[in-house]
């Protein structure tokens, strides 16, 4: 049995598609899954989860430009957070898919396909402990490495220290991201292309200098809420970054949303319980997954 954190084997990386991404897909013709994942982490923090859903679901993980990525983006890409959004709209509909499920986690990423992305491929959300609101970025950690951004060097010095075992470990890095902690290899995994390459570097700081207001979030928040797909909300009791009050404060915010609360974790649930979280998936999917057809954009 291969270990919950390496790379499943079997998966194959595609592209880059127009949108820019190379992207793991694990084929076949059940329903669409699409993950998506946050800041200085690639797609492997699925791998667990997509290799339980494989058998059953087309799994489909994009490696977005968060500083994890293998291959830079293009020079002219706009990696602002609204046109990303338009960016992951754009893969799908690259992709030709349609009645998707699109999952996020750590990145607030899923919301926003719906408002500003307006796709219309997505037939339902999963949200796993996320930004959401005006959480933009999200605490300490999330405002430190932005300001790294600013600095000469920044970024660079950012993801140097993040060698270390004791700093990636203290709480305003990634050690309030999981409660089990990032296993050292995976994490190695993760910040290698932003350590190794200036161009990554480039693309990650191209994200975390978008300069948006609270004001602005919250309207597009607010627009989220035409969505009338079924929403699942999957988040860690106790987060230290994505606060549980938004949790609840998300399952009224959608007309047909559902809350699975998920104990011993905070915001990694991938990492940290990766099988209560694959459970929770699965009787979603199995509910909302039949082959509807649905006017796509």
Same mark, same amino acid.
């Given at each position: 049995?291969? @270990?919950?954190?390496?790379?499943?084997?079997?998966?194959?990386?595609?592209?880059? *598609?127009?949108?820019?991404? %190379?992207?793991?897909? #694990?084929?076949?013709?059940?329903?669409?899954?699409?993950?998506?994942?946050?800041?200085?982490?690639?797609?492997?923090?699925? =791998?667990?989860?997509?290799? /339980?859903?494989?058998?059953?679901?087309?799994?489909?993980?994009?490696?977005?430009?968060?500083?994890?990525?293998?291959?830079?983006?293009?020079? *002219?890409?706009?990696?602002?957070?609204?046109?990303?959004?338009?960016?992951?709209?754009?893969?799908?509909?690259?992709?030709?898919?349609?009645?998707? #499920?699109?999952?996020?986690?750590?990145?607030?990423?899923?919301?926003?396909?719906?408002?500003?992305?307006?796709?219309?491929?997505?037939?339902?959300?999963?949200?796993? =402990?996320?930004?959401?609101?005006?959480?933009?970025?999200?605490?300490?950690?999330?405002?430190?490495?932005?300001? @790294?951004?600013?600095?000469?060097?920044?970024?660079?010095?950012?993801?140097?220290?993040?060698? =270390?075992?004791?700093?990636?470990? %203290?709480?305003?890095?990634?050690?309030?991201?999981?409660?089990?902690?990032?296993?050292?290899? %995976?994490?190695?995994?993760?910040?290698?292309?932003?350590?190794?390459?200036?161009?990554?570097?480039?693309?990650?700081?191209?994200?975390?200098? $978008?300069?948006? #207001? @609270? +004001?602005?979030?919250?309207?597009?928040?607010?627009?989220?809420? /035409?969505?009338?797909?079924?929403?699942?909300?999957?988040?860690?009791? /106790? /987060?230290?970054?994505?606060?549980?009050?938004?949790?609840?404060?998300?399952?009224?915010?959608?007309?047909?949303?559902?809350?699975?609360?998920?104990?011993?974790? +905070?915001?990694?649930?991938?990492?940290?319980?990766?099988?209560?979280? $694959?459970?929770?998936?699965?009787?979603?999917?199995?509910?909302?997954?039949?082959?509807?057809?649905?006017? #796509?954009?």
């Amino acid at each position: 049995m291969p @270990s919950p954190v390496e790379p499943e084997p079997r998966r194959r990386l595609e592209g880059p *598609t127009e949108a820019g991404f %190379l992207y793991s897909d #694990t084929g076949g013709d059940g329903p669409v899954v699409v993950f998506l994942h946050g800041v200085l982490m690639n797609g492997t923090l699925w =791998s667990q989860v997509v290799d /339980d859903l494989r058998h059953r679901y087309r799994c489909i993980v994009p490696e977005l430009p968060f500083g994890a990525h293998p291959r830079p983006m293009p020079e *002219t890409a706009d990696l602002s957070l609204g046109s990303l959004a338009k960016l992951i709209a754009d893969f799908l509909k690259e992709l030709q898919l349609s009645d998707v #499920t699109l999952v996020c986690n750590d990145w607030g990423g899923a919301q926003l396909v719906v408002w500003p992305g307006r796709s219309t491929r997505v037939a339902n959300l999963v949200l796993v =402990s996320c930004e959401a609101f005006d959480n933009y970025p999200p605490g300490l950690p999330g405002r430190l490495l932005r300001l @790294s951004a600013f600095l000469p060097g920044g970024i660079f010095l950012a993801v140097q220290s993040l060698r =270390s075992r004791r700093i990636r470990r %203290l709480s305003f890095t990634f050690g309030s991201l999981s409660k089990k902690g990032v296993p050292d290899h %995976l994490f190695m995994n993760w910040i290698a292309p932003a350590r190794h390459d200036s161009r990554i570097r480039h693309d990650l700081g191209k994200y975390l200098r $978008t300069a948006l #207001t @609270s +004001r602005q979030l919250l309207e597009w928040a607010g627009r989220q809420k /035409d969505y009338r797909g079924p929403v699942l909300i999957v988040w860690a009791r /106790d /987060d230290r970054l994505m606060p549980p009050a938004h949790a609840e404060r998300l399952v009224t915010h959608f007309p047909n949303a559902e809350l699975a609360w998920i104990d011993d974790s +905070r915001t990694l649930i991938p990492i940290d319980q990766p099988e209560i979280l $694959t459970g929770h998936l699965r009787r979603f999917l199995d509910a909302h997954t039949s082959s509807v057809e649905r006017e #796509t954009d």
